[in-house]
């Protein structure tokens, strides 16, 4: 890996955790959830780093087309423009940081204690890979993914549109 | 040379970050943002191991299935918070307790 391919890193690895924070901290809700926006891409980059092409696609696809899409639909919804500007946190931020402080920590000293096992996957382009798997090993979750989609898409139309026709 | 640790470390910085989000904050929305972050922590880490431990596609395929996951929540979610904004005009968690004795 040469050392312009180490900043790029590193520069996807500050966007990542950098707009994760603004996601919980900041006070703005549709500022937060443009940060995401961010977010997802900089796990995107992150995706290319690792050799997954077919991954770092669908996620730009997926989250930034349609799940962000979703989000922002929502923010839009379900507030009002005068209360935009209200702080979206609780009384018990600080009191919060503490516990989960521990927690980052633990992971943390995991993460470098363990001696993980090293066995690096080196393969080119794995979207047809992926399909193969797809169709042969994971055919059943694959199958199930396919109408758990179905059921969320009728459950939400139906839940969206319940008091329309009740009014 | 960027190696396991690396991609471990922001998973677990993204992790943590979406949890304080869904502890600490109020509006629905927000802690659906929590979620989401804490799904692509997972789904960066399967994607890593992948990458550099078990040398098979196996995490890919989960981390596609996160995605999938993802999605059909995101969509429930949303048509849950819209019901509730309409029953109490807010979208704040604490305002539902229409359930509450």
Known sequence: ?167 | MHCLDSYLFVSAAMFVLGLLAVVTRKNAVSILMGIELMLNAGALNFVAFSRFSTANLDGHVAALFILIIAAAEAAVALAIFLNLYRLKATSEVDKANLLRG
């Open chain 1, 1 to 167: 890996m040469n050392i312009l391919g180490e900043i790029v890193f590193w520069v996807f690895v500050l966007l990542t955790i950098g707009s994760s924070m603004v996601v919980v901290f900041h006070s703005r809700i549709i500022y937060s959830a443009f940060a995401l926006l961010f977010t997802f891409f900089g796990i995107a980059g992150l995706y290319v780093f690792l050799a997954a092409d077919f991954l770092a696609a669908s996620q730009v696809l997926i989250y930034v087309g349609g799940i962000l899409t979703l989000i922002i639909f929502g923010v839009f919804m379900t507030t009002k423009i005068t209360t935009l500007s209200i702080p979206q946190l609780t009384h018990h931020r600080y009191i919060a940081l503490i516990p989960i402080g521990l927690v980052f920590y633990a992971l943390v000293h995991m993460i470098f204690k363990t001696s993980w096992p090293v066995n690096v996957l080196d393969v080119g382009p794995t979207t047809q890979m992926l399909g193969q798997l797809l169709l042969t090993k994971y055919l059943v979750p694959f199958e199930l993914a396919s109408v758990l989609l179905l059921a969320a898409l009728v459950g939400a139309m139906r839940l969206a549109r319940m008091f329309r026709e009740a009014d």
